[in-house]
C-alpha cells in the first residue's frame, strides 16, 4: 500500500481543555504554519518557537490531522520547578479506532519518576484495560528529555533519552494529543510524520474472537485460545480417550492444523474429525444485546455441521444451528440475543465419522454478518517476545511488597530499607537490629527511629535512638542490643518521625529472621524401630564459634519431658567449621516416643555458653506399611531409603488403567490425584492401578460441603504402600489450616502432610510467628495464563516463579523443609508454555533448589509440550543423585554473566554445574572456578565443552536455556 508522508513541525496543535479560557498566540508565531489547532488553552505560552505551561495549570495540545494512522511522534519535553501537588503528570493520548492508549509520564519532585502505560478499548466487551505498564525510571527535572512515539499496526514503541519501552501494539488510526495536569512544562521541536488512514482502513472490524482464523500457533500443533478436545471450557489437560500413546497420535490426526493457500483467510484453517471437536476461550459479550455468529465451514454433500455458543457444555449450548455442506466452503451465520449472558464459548461439532474444514470464525453485535475481519487484538501476537515485560506487573510486584514488608509513607524524603537482626553476644542471646536511612532533601533532618519487636511467647521490645540525617545522606543505623527468647522469627514495626515535631514520616511492618545462635537438627525428623543411629547436624553461629574456640560440644540424649535425667552425655570438641555432623547411638529405642538431643557449647573455661534441642520421634512399627520422610540435611525426600524426587503430574480419579501404564511408559514415576470431587470405589481403583504400575500418588484433597472430609481420604490411602503423601489444604491463609495440617500429621506421621500457597497466602502464614504448616513448602505460580488478549510468549512474568522461589528459601533454610513447586503445563484455551518455557520453569526451581515438581493440570492437548515434559523428567532423573548429594556444595565456582545463574554440586569425584539463562535475549556464559585446561562433558547435549587454562568456561545460551556441567576432579 502506498504511503504518504507528511513532516510537521509542531508548536501548538491545540484544543480547548474543558472549562478553560482561551488565549491566541502572536500571528508572527503562525506564520506559514497553518495545520495546529488552536486557540492555546488558558496559561499556555508560546516563545522563540517553545509552548510552555509554567505555572502548570493543565491543558489538552490536540495535532490537527484527525485520522492519523501510522505515525512518528518525537519532541523534546522538560518538566519545570515549581509547587507541586502530587499526582503530576504529562501523558501523550493516542486515539486508536479500537481505543485508546494513554502513556503516562510522572517525575517525582525529588528525584526519580514513573512511567504507567495502557490501552482502554473503545469496546467494553474486551474489558477496561487490556493491557497495563507500571515501570520506576529517571524523569529529571529542568532539563530537556527526548521523547518519541512510533505506532503501527503491531507496534507502539516509546523512547525516553534513547531508551526504547515496548509497550503493545497501536491498529487503526485517530487523534494524537498531549494533556499535562498540575504539572508545569516546556515542549520544544515537535514533529509528527504520519500516514492518513485510507477509506479501507477506516472499516473497522467488529470481530470479538481472537485468533478467529487459527494464525497463531504458540507451539506449531495447537491453535492459541483454542481446544479440539474440550467438552467443557476451563477443563484441564485432555480426556482419557487422548492420555495413551495412541489417543496423543489420535488426537493429532483429528485436531488439525493445515496451512493452504485455498483457506478462506490466511494461512491456515482447522481440519476436525469426530470425536474432535471445535470450542474457544470464554469470550465476554454484553447483555442484551444482539450477535451474530459467523464462519466459513466445509463439509461432503450431505454432511451436517453445528455452530453455537455455550456458557459451559458443548452439551449445553445456548444458541446452536446445523448446516450441511456442499463439498465447498461455504459461510454460515447464527443470529442470537445475549439476553443475560455474559460470556459464550464458541464451538463447531458434527455427528458423523467424517471431517470437516472451518476459518475465519466471528462474533459480532448485529443482526447481519459483515465481511470477516481478524479481531483488532490480534496485532498484538505480532510483537516482540518482551513486549509483555510488566504485563502481569501487579502479580510480580505482590510478590515484592509481601517481602519487603508493608510500608506507610506520608514523607517519602525519608525512606528506610533493610532491616535486619545481627548477633551482638552468643552467651546471653544479645541482638542489635540494623537498618539503612535516606534523607533525600536538601536539608539536614532530626530523626527519631522507633522499633517495636514482638516474639511469638514475648514481651514487645521498645527501642528507640534520635539520629541526624545530613542533606541527601544514607546511613546505616544500629539500635542498643536486646535479648531475645525464642531465636526465631520477629514481628517488627519501625518508625520514622521527625524528632522536634514527632511528625510520621515513614512506617514498616515486617517479620524478621533471626540468625540462629546454635541450630541443631537430626537428619529425619523420625526413625524406624530398627535404626540403631542418629546422624545429626550442629551449626555454630560465627559468634558463638569464636567464643566457643578450644571448648566442647556436648551432646545429651534425654526425653524432652524428663530432660534433667539424660541416658547419656557425649562430647566432641569444637571444629574448626562452623557445621560438624556427629552419628549418634540411640540407646534407648521405644517406639512411639518422643525423643531429643539437647546440645550444649561449652567454652575453654568450662562455661555452657548456649544451648538448644533436636526433638525426633521414635515410629510405631505397627503405624505403616512404609517410611516417606525429609532429610534434614539436603531437604530431599526418602522413599524406604531410597532417593525420591517428585516430578509427575496431577489428574482425576478416572485416569484409567490405559492411562497410567502409558504415563509409567512415559517415564513418570509418582502421580497426584484429585479426590475432592471422588468416592472411595473409584479410589480404590485408581490407587491399586497405580500400584501394579509402581507409581507413588500424593492425594490432593480439598474439603469441600457434601465431600469426604480430608481425614476419611486420609485414612482410606493409608494402607496403599505406594500412597506418598497428602495436600489437604490449598491456597488459604486460614488458621484453621494449621489445625488441619498438624491433625492429619499427627493421624500418618509417616507420610508427608502439606498445605500448598500462593505468593498471598504464603506471606500470611510466613507473616505469623509460628513454623509454615507441613513437612513442605510448597507454592504454585502460574506466568502464562491470564496474560493480555493476543500478546506474544515469553513474558518476563516468568520471573515471578524466581520471586516465589527465593520468599520461601529463608523459611525452607530456617525449617529444614524442602520446596516443592507446581507447574504449568496443560492450558488450552490461554497458551500452553512451549519447551523453552517449561525448561525455564523446571530449572529455576532445580537452581533454587526446589526438591519436588508437579505439573498441574494432567497431559497438555500440544504434543510439542508432552515432549518436552517428558525430556525434562529424564533429565531430572539423571541429575537426581547429584541434587541428593550430602556434599557441601563446591565453593568457587560463580558465574561471570548475572543473566546466567547456576547451581554446583559435588557427588564423590564428580562436580555438576547446572546453568540456566534467565533473560530473553541470547546471552555468552562465563563460568569461573573450574578445573583448569578440563575437557567437561555437557549431559543431554551429546558435547563437550573445554575450559582455559585459568578455569573458565564459555558458552552460548538461547534464550531461557539452560545447560548442564560435568567434571571429573582430582
Known amino acids: 500500500m502506498m504511503r504518504i508522508y507528511v513532516s510537521i513541525w509542531i508548536f501548538c496543535c491545540l484544543i480547548l481543555s474543558v472549562g ?79 481505543g485508546v492508549w494513554r502513556i503516562i509520564l510522572s517525575p517525582y519532585e525529588k528525584g526519580g519518576g514513573a512511567l504507567l502505560a495502557f490501552f482502554t478499548p473503545a469496546n467494553k466487551e474486551f474489558g477496561e484495560q487490556m493491557y497495563f505498564m507500571k515501570r520506576k525510571l529517571m524523569l529529571p527535572i529542568g532539563q530537556f528529555i527526548s521523547c518519541r512515539l512510533i505506532a503501527d499496526d503491531s507496534r507502539l514503541e516509546l523512547y525516553l533519552d534513547g531508551k526504547k519501552h515496548l509497550l503493545g501494539s497501536a491498529p487503526g488510526f485517530g487523534k494524537v494529543k498531549l494533556q499535562n495536569y498540575r504539572l508545569g512544562y516546556e515542549l520544544r521541536n515537535v514533529v509528527l510524520n504520519y500516514t492518513p488512514a485510507t477509506e479501507k482502513e477506516k472499516i473497522l472490524s467488529k470481530n470479538i474472537v481472537p485468533n478467529s482464523s487459527f494464525e497463531y500457533a504458540t507451539n506449531r500443533d495447537v491453535p492459541d485460545y483454542w481446544s479440539g478436545s474440550a467438552d467443557v471450557y476451563r477443563s484441564n489437560g485432555v480426556p482419557n480417550l487422548y492420555a495413551t500413546a495412541k489417543g496423543r497420535k489420535l488426537l493429532r490426526d483429528i485436531f488439525a ?120 487484538a490480534d496485532t498484538g501476537f505480532l510483537l516482540a517476545n518482551d513486549v509483555n515485560a510488566d504485563a502481569c506487573a501487579d502479580n510480580v510486584n505482590s510478590i515484592d511488597r509481601q517481602t519487603k514488608g508493608k510500608f506507610s509513607v506520608v514523607d517519602s524524603t525519608v525512606e528506610i530499607d533493610n532491616p535486619e537482626l545481627r548477633i551482638i553476644d552468643p ?85 524478621l529472621y533471626a540468625p540462629a545462635i546454635l541450630k541443631c537438627y537430626t537428619e529425619y525428623p523420625f526413625y524406624l524401630p530398627d535404626e540403631k543411629t542418629v546422624r545429626m547436624v550442629v551449626e555454630l553461629s560465627p559468634e558463638l564459634q569464636k567464643s566457643a574456640a578450644g571448648g566442647q560440644v556436648s551432646i545429651r540424649y534425654l526425653v524432652p519431658e524428663d530432660a534433667a535425667y539424660p541416658f547419656f552425655v557425649k562430647t566432641f570438641p569444637v571444629l574448626a567449621e562452623n ?230 528459601a529463608a523459611d525452607a533454610e530456617r525449617e529444614r523443609k524442602p520446596v516443592f513447586l507446581w507447574l504449568q503445563s496443560s492450558e488450552k484455551f490461554d497458551k500452553e508454555p512451549t519447551p523453552e518455557q517449561l525448561t525455564y520453569q523446571l530449572y529455576c526451581g532445580v537452581i533454587n533448589r526446589a526438591m519436588g515438581f508437579c505439573y498441574f493440570g494432567s497431559l497438555p492437548e500440544s504434543d510439542v509440550v508432552w515432549q518436552a515434559m517428558i525430556s525434562l523428567n529424564q533429565e531430572l532423573k539423571a541429575l537426581r543423585p547429584y541434587l541428593f548429594s550430602r556434599n557441601p556444595e563446591p565453593k568457587g565456582i560463580v558465574s561471570a554473566n548475572p543473566g546466567i545463574r547456576i ?65 571429573k576432579i582430582k
Open 579 to 808: 557445621r560438624a555432623v556427629y552419628e549418634i547411638p540411640r540407646e534407648v529405642n521405644v517406639p512411639g516416643k518422643t525423643f531429643a538431643y539437647e546440645v550444649q557449647v561449652i567454652s575453654a573455661t568450662k562455661k555452657i555458653l548456649h544451648k538448644s534441642m533436636a526433638k525426633f520421634m521414635s515410629l510405631n512399627p505397627g503405624q505403616s506399611n512404609t517410611a516417606l520422610r525429609v532429610n534434614r540435611i539436603n531437604r530431599g525426600i526418602y522413599f524406604n531409603e531410597e532417593e525420591f524426587f517428585p516430578s509427575g503430574i496431577l489428574v482425576y480419579p478416572d485416569f484409567g488403567s490405559e492411562q497410567l501404564a502409558y504415563y509409567k511408559q512415559c517415564g513418570f514415576d509418582d502421580i497426584t490425584v484429585v479426590t475432592t470431587w471422588s468416592n472411595p470405589a473409584k479410589n480404590k481403583v485408581f490407587m491399586e492401578e497405580c500400584l501394579k504400575n509402581n507409581l507413588r500418588v500424593f492425594v490432593f484433597h480439598q474439603q469441600r460441603k457434601y465431600s469426604l472430609s480430608s481425614f476419611n481420604i486420609l485414612e482410606e490411602f493409608r494402607k496403599y504402600p505406594n500412597f506418598a503423601g497428602m495436600i489437604p489444604n490449598d491456597e488459604s491463609p486460614d488458621v484453621s489450616v494449621y489445625e488441619s495440617t498438624l491433625r492429619a500429621k499427627e493421624n500418618s506421621p509417616e507420610r508427608l502432610i502439606w498445605c500448598n500457597q500462593n505468593f498471598s497466602t504464603y506471606r500470611a502464614f510466613a507473616n505469623r510467628l509460628v513454623p509454615m504448616p507441613g513437612d513442605v513448602l510448597s507454592i504454585d505460580r502460574y506466568p502464562f495464563i491470564l496474560q493480555p488478549l493476543c500478546r506474544p510468549q515469553p513474558t518476563r512474568d516468568i520471573y515471578s516463579i524466581d520471586q516465589c522461589l527465593k520468599m520461601l
Open 20 to 98: 478553560a479560557s482561551t488565549q491566541n498566540p502572536k500571528d508572527d508565531f503562525l506564520s506559514g504554519l497553518q495545520l495546529f489547532q488552536t486557540p492555546l488553552p488558558t496559561g499556555f505560552q508560546v516563545d522563540n518557537e517553545v509552548i510552555a505551561d509554567k505555572k502548570g495549570n493543565g491543558g489538552i495540545l490536540e495535532l490537527r490531522p484527525r485520522s492519523i494512522a501510522e505515525f512518528d511522534l518525537s519532541f523534546q519535553l522538560k518538566f519545570v520547578p515549581g509547587e507541586w501537588k502530587n499526582p503530576a503528570t504529562f501523558s501523550i493520548i493516542a486515539e486508536r479506532s479500537y
Open 903 to 967: 547451581l554446583s554440586k559435588k557427588l564423590n569425584d564428580e562436580i555438576v554445574v547446572i546453568a540456566l539463562n534467565f533473560s530473553l535475549q541470547k546471552q555468552t556464559g562465563v563460568i569461573k572456578g573450574m578445573e583448569k585446561s578440563k575437557n567437561i562433558e555437557i549431559l543431554f547435549e551429546d558435547r563437550t565443552i573445554t575450559s582455559n587454562s585459568d578455569g573458565i568456561l564459555t558458552d552460548q545460551f538461547e534464550p531461557l536455556s539452560r545447560h548442564v556441567y560435568r567434571l
Open 427 to 511: 552467651q546471653t542471646s544479645q541482638y542489635a537490629l540494623t537498618c539503612s536511612l535516606k534523607n533525600s532533601s536538601n536539608i539536614a533532618a532530626n530523626i527519631l527511629l522507633s522499633a517495636v519487636l514482638t516474639e511469638e511467647y514475648g514481651t514487645p521490645i521498645l527501642l528507640q535512638r534520635q539520629i541526624k540525617l545530613l542533606p541527601n545522606a544514607k546511613e546505616q543505623i544500629e539500635m542498643l542490643p536486646f535479648a531475645l527468647q525464642n531465636e526465631d522469627k520477629v514481628s517488627m514495626r519501625l518508625a520514622v518521625n521527625y524528632a522536634n515535631t514527632l511528625d510520621p514520616c515513614v512506617t514498616l511492618k515486617k517479620t
Open 257 to 376: 492444523l493445515q496451512s493452504s493457500d485455498k483457506s478462506p483467510h490466511g494461512d491456515n484453517s482447522l481440519m476436525l474429525t469426530p470425536p474432535a471437536h471445535l470450542m474457544s476461550k470464554l469470550i465476554n459479550i454484553t447483555p442484551q444485546k444482539k450477535y451474530v455468529l459467523s464462519a466459513y465451514i466445509k463439509c461432503d454433500q450431505g454432511e451436517k455441521v453445528t455452530l453455537g455458543v455455550t456458557q459451559s457444555s458443548i452439551k449445553q449450548p445456548l444458541f446452536a444451528k446445523t448446516y450441511e455442506g456442499n463439498g465447498q466452503y461455504q459461510r454460515v451465520e447464527l443470529p442470537f440475543n445475549s439476553k443475560q449472558v455474559k460470556r459464550v464459548s464458541v464451538f463447531a461439532r458434527t455427528q458423523s465419522e467424517k471431517p470437516f474444514e472451518i476459518d475465519a470464525i466471528q462474533l459480532e453485535q448485529g443482526e447481519i454478518a459483515s465481511p470477516y475481519q481478524p479481531c483488532f
